[in-house]
């Protein structure tokens, strides 16, 4: 049997199908299972969970149309199932999806915008929940496409090797970090696309939390982020007069998993590294504003999720619409006026207690 993991949507949604995918490998370990990627950070993962026979990499948002086309053109008719991972309710995901032609194409039937982004080309076919989360609908997404009943639900999978460790050796003796310290990471980044750096918590907030853990607990703060968001950390930094913050810049999505596991607890909007650091079976606080959590809680490792649940969220579902707010009163509320003594107090929780939650 041949199988292709479609997974286009971005590093997070891609780890939250490694569970299934590991399921997926103990039920057909004689199966060809590939993948097609468009970011370079999902191929990283990727390559790491020696789950796949080969991994294709295209930058679908980089070239042109008729260059996509072309590329897609090549994988059709060689594939028995293709699956897009949910969530990825995109026309252009579902078209690809098509043109691949696999006899069984599986991809999740949303309850928004369904139908307009051509959810109908697939073949089989789940209703999206918003009780469950996304690994939850990625493994019976995939049940339905094989026929089959999957009784575990894994780990999210990201590993990590002797070279990753040497490379977070060296870098945190050049920071001066040993291990009596107490490591606190941050990502005060998200996704920008599609209107999401709505959903990210201030950076002066992180800059006050970050005050506080470094008065009363000693913290040293690691704050971690993409090329992109160098001003944004530097944002962070620069309203905190310590010399314990450090603003973290590594070359690749494996050398900052590396960096990351040498934190204690992790703070972080709803974002990929959200993801890495539950990979990591880290700590993680997740400040959370319209995101629905059920989808994205930190999978399988301690957390607690700071929140005001106000009337109105969640509301952000998976949709390509850019996000946006109904209120009146105050745009995004649910994230502007979450305070820091807050979310202090929620980590507080975290260490003193630790379950998942």
């Known amino acids: 049997m041949k199988i292709l993991i ?20 103990i039920k057909f370990p004689e199966a060809e299972i590939d993948a097609l990627v468009m970011y370079k950070g999902v191929k990283e993962i990727y390559e790491r969970t020696n789950l796949f026979s080969a991994i294709h990499y295209f930058d679908f948002l980089g070239e042109s149309k008729l260059s996509s086309l072309k590329f897609v053109f090549k994988f059709r008719g060689k594939y028995d199932a293709s699956i897009n991972v949910y969530p990825s309710n995109r026309k252009e995901y579902n078209l690809i999806n098509f043109i691949i032609g696999a006899k069984k194409r599986g991809a999740v039937q949303y309850l928004r915008s369904d139908f307009s982004n051509l959810g109908f080309l697939n073949t089989h ?4 929940n918003d009780s469950l989360h996304n690994v939850e609908e990625n493994i019976l997404l995939c049940e339905k496409v094989f026929s089959t009943k999957f009784t575990e639900q894994p780990l999210l999978s990201f590993p990590l090797d002797r070279e990753d460790e040497l490379f ?3 870098y945190l003796i050049e920071l001066g970090i040993d291990s009596s310290d107490f490591v606190v990471g941050f990502h005060p980044g998200c996704s920008a696309l599609k209107n999401h ?16 853990l470094i008065e ?18 530097n944002a962070v930094a620069q309203n905190i007069d310590s010399e314990n913050v450090f603003i973290i810049k590594t070359q690749t999505l494996s050398q900052t998993a590396s960096v990351m596991q040498r934190c204690n607890i992790f703070v972080t909007n709803d974002s990929s590294l959200m993801h890495v650091a539950s990979a990591l079976q880290l700590k993680v606080l997740a400040v959370i504003g319209p995101t629905n959590t059920n989808y994205i809680s930190p999978w399988k490792t301690a957390h607690r999720i700071a929140s005001l649940n106000l009337e109105c969220s969640p509301c952000f579902f998976y949709s390509p619409k850019p996000l946006s707010c109904k209120r009146t009163d105050l745009q995004f509320k649910c994230i502007k006026k979450l305070e820091a003594e807050k979310v202090f107090s929620v980590l507080e929780e975290l260490l003193t207690d630790g379950n998942q939650r």
């Open 125 to 128: 076919r789940i209703l999206e």
């Open 197 to 212: 750096t709505k959903r990210r918590w201030e950076p002066e907030k992180f800059s006050q939390l970050a005050g506080s």
């Open 6 to 25: 479609l997974a286009l949507s971005g590093i997070g949604d891609a780890l939250m199908f490694t569970p299934v995918l590991q399921l997926l490998r």
């Open 168 to 170: 977070r050796e060296k």
């Open 216 to 233: 009363k607990k000693k913290a040293k703060i690691l704050i971690f982020g993409g090329p992109e968001e160098r001003e944004l950390q």
